[in-house]
């Protein structure tokens, strides 16, 4: 059985985190996809030696609803 997607709602000035969405410095939080435990997006970006870009795991990276890494903004 697959494990399911953790979605937590983070405040974008603050980053609370939340199980749910809420008001919080004026705003509704946002709805984030963290994937499922050990999945690719849990893991920080790196170059292709392996240095680290970010410390920040890919999901929060890409936390408008899961974007493809190469997906361009």
Not at 17 to 36: F, K, N, T, W, Y
Request: aromatic share 6%; proline share 7%.
């Amino acid at each position: 059985m697959e494990s399911p997607h953790r979605i937590v709602y983070m405040c974008e000035v603050c980053l609370r985190s939340s199980p749910a969405a809420e008001l919080c410095h004026g705003r509704m939080m946002i709805e984030c996809d963290a994937g499922c435990a050990g999945d690719d997006c849990t893991q920080p970006i790196t170059d292709s030696v392996g240095h680290l870009l970010t410390r920040a795991p890919k999901w929060w990276v890409f936390r408008h609803r899961r974007a493809p890494l190469n997906a361009t903004r």
